[in-house]
Structures are given as C-alpha cells and as structure tokens.
C-alpha cells in the first residue's frame, strides 16, 4: 500500500504515524527526543526514528514510504529543508532534510510546527472547507498559521504567522525575543499560569487551575483571566485586520478551557471590531494529532508536486 512517514517533533518528545493516501492513519509509534544528551542527539534520533518507521513500513505494506513529512519546533527555513533554530532542542542551522534524505532515499518536506498542525486544522480539522483561515496556538508561547486556499502561508522569510511577538502593551513586560509588550507574555498559556499562581499565592498553579476558579467566581480569576482575554483580543483584532480570515481557529492549552475562554473572546472580539468582518471563532478540533496529520499532509503535498512535475512536457 503506497504510504508516507509523517513525524511531528517535540521539545520532549516525537509522535510519528505512516499515512494512507486518503490521509488514514495506518500504524503510530512515539519515541523520546534525547534532548538531555544535546541537540546531535536529537538530530540522530529523529534520523533513526524515521529509518525505523520506513523499515516498518515496507516490512508491514510490502513497499517502503514514498515520503516523509517532518514537523519541528523553532524557526524553520522551509525552502532550503533547514532547521534554523530551536531553543528547547539546542541545535542551529541542521540541514535536517538533507540528512532524512540521505537516509531514507525519499524526498522529505521539512515544516514549522504551527504552521503544520495548522495545515492539518485547517484542511481537514476545524477549518475544512474554508477558504481563509487563521490557526492560533496558546500554548508555552502563541504562534500561528495563515492559511489561503487549503495552504499554509511561510513568508519570505518563514517567520509568517508570529503572532505571539504583536507588540499589545507598549512598554510592558520584556520578552525574550527582545521587545516590550508581546501578546505572548500576556495571553499565553504560560503567561496565566505565571500570573495566576502570583495573583493566588499558589506555587506552581498553572492556567487550568486559572480556569477553573474563574468558573467558580473567583474574582481574584477573573481579573487574571480578563486581562489575558483582553490581551488576546487585541492581538487578534490586529490580526484580523491584516488578514480577513473567514475562520478563526484557537488550540493550545489555553483553549482546553472552552466556553470559559471562547464566550469572553468572542465578545471581547466583537466590541473591539469596527468596519471588519467578524469571523467564525471555533476551536481546534484535532488536538496532539494535529502536527502529526499536518506532517502526513506535507509529504502527500509534496509527492503531488512531484508527480506534476514528472508529466510535464
């Protein structure tokens, strides 16, 4: 059965499947990434992980992978197959699609792991069938996925999508990535968590903890919610602005909460709009799976391009 290898990397940990054409999930394996043994550790189980899913592959299906799609974390140079930089896995400039080539003997598509689960979200999970769509992910940081006629936008330079760094306080808390302000430092999963566990006294509360004394009207909560809700509706009004989605996709851990985050957002979007259009705001609907099927997607993405290319005269 014709099949592509689709592997989805964490900071701790990789989820990988063997994708059927029409996108069904033919066998799923995990694997830890390695990271306390350095970033080449990782890139060499990533490798070998890969190897041993197409040995499974052809051993299972009586034909190897025809490709492989590969999501990381970090910045990614899409275009030249490049993992840039990651902070959480340590590694610089790894030319990860050579090296999955090479050893695999198929082409490989290489993808940011936003924008990937986007993909997925948006072709076959909470935005199917639109024609523009925005993935957000609140989650240790906020990035996103812009998406346009059933793809994902990179950018020139593979940063589109970095909502998280929209400056929404001017001035206010430094972010890592150098400025003030960040909508990351306010509405991220993290950032709640953060201020939560100051604003109750509780070490180590985190969001969903949050979430839940906001549903039982803990007044301390709500503010710290709000101020994130409203953080958050900012970020995406400017976001809306530039983009004009027709769906609007929130996922991440933040979203775990549901009614608790969508019916404030929602009105907090909807005060804030003026001559925009408001779109439809739905959560994602393929949780962890997402950056897997996006990887799967990839690939399948990547073979038809191929197969296009062969038969042109």
């Known amino acids: 059965m014709r099949h592509v290898i689709a592997l989805d990397v964490g900071g701790t940990g990789m989820k990988a499947a063997l994708a059927g054409p029409g996108g069904e ?8 990434t390695g990271r306390a043994h350095g970033p080449d550790a990782v890139v060499a189980a990533i490798v070998d992980f890969a190897a041993e899913l197409h040995a499974y592959g052809t051993e299972q299906f009586g034909t190897p ?3 492989a799609g590969v999501a990381v974390p970090g910045i ?15 590694w610089r400039d790894v030319p990860l699609r050579d090296l999955l ?8 598509a290489l993808g940011h792991d936003v924008r990937t689960g986007g993909l ?3 072709r076959v999970g909470a935005g199917r069938g639109a024609d523009r769509f925005l993935f957000v992910a609140l989650g240790t940081g906020i990035a996103g996925a812009i998406g346009v006629d059933g793809r994902v936008e990179a950018g020139a330079h593979g940063f589109a999508g970095e909502i998280g760094h929209v400056v929404v306080r ?16 306010f509405a991220s999963a993290a950032a709640v968590s953060e201020t939560w566990a100051a604003a109750s006294g509780t070490p180590g509360a985190d969001a969903a903890d949050c979430a839940k004394a906001v549903d039982a009207g803990d007044p301390r909560a709500c503010a710290v919610w709000q101020e994130a809700v409203d953080a958050l509706a900012d970020g995406l009004v400017t976001a809306l602005t530039l983009l004009d989605p027709r769906v609007l996709i929130v996922g991440g851990g933040l979203a775990e909460a549901g009614d608790t985050l969508f019916t404030p957002l929602r009105e907090a979007i909807r005060s804030r709009i003026t001559f925009q259009k408001e779109p439809s705001i739905v959560p994602a609907a ?8 996006g990887a799967g997607l990839l690939a399948w993405d990547l073979l038809d ?3 296009r290319t062969e038969v042109t005269p």
Do not use: F, I, K, W
Request: aromatic share 2%.
């Open 101 to 108: 080539t090479e050893r695999l003997g198929v082409p490989v």
């Open 286 to 293: 393929l949780g962890d799976a997402a950056g897997c099927l």
């Open 305 to 307: 391009r191929t197969d």
């Open 76 to 90: 990614v140079d899409e275009a030249r197959g490049v993992a840039a930089y990651a902070a959480n896995l340590g």
């Open 120 to 122: 997925a979200e948006g």
């Open 170 to 185: 001017p001035g206010g808390a430094p972010c890592p990535c150098g400025q003030r302000g960040c909508l990351e430092r």
């Open 25 to 32: 999930v033919l066998h799923r394996a995990r694997r830890a």
């Open 65 to 67: 992978a025809s490709a």
